[in-house]
């Protein structure tokens, strides 16, 4: 039995951060956040890869564009062909 196999090696191997540091040229390796493919260091929570895996992710003001535009919809709906 090789030691690789063991299962507890896989439960330890969190994913890591992607991005290569640019002080050493090497790659990261910390934790990456979860959620994410790279570390807090590296952009995770940063902003501009925010989406739905975005642990702060608010959608309030979308929801709110929504549902004006389902309201705006639904108005021409109800207009129908007819006026
Ligand atoms: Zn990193």
């Given at each position: 039995m090789k030691s690789d196999d063991n299962p507890m090696h896989k439960a330890h191997a969190a994913p890591r951060c992607t991005a290569t540091s640019k002080?050493?040229?090497?790659?990261?390796?910390a934790p990456a956040v979860?959620?994410?493919?790279?570390c807090r260091m590296h952009g995770?929570?940063?902003?501009?890869?925010?989406?739905?895996?975005?642990?702060?992710?608010?959608h309030g003001m979308r929801a709110q564009e929504w549902i004006e535009m389902r309201k705006a919809i639904n108005e021409l709906v109800r207009m129908g062909p007819e006026h």
């Open positions: 002080r050493t040229g090497e790659p990261c390796k979860k959620g994410w493919t790279v995770a929570r940063g902003g501009h890869t925010s989406g739905r895996s975005h642990p702060a992710w608010k």
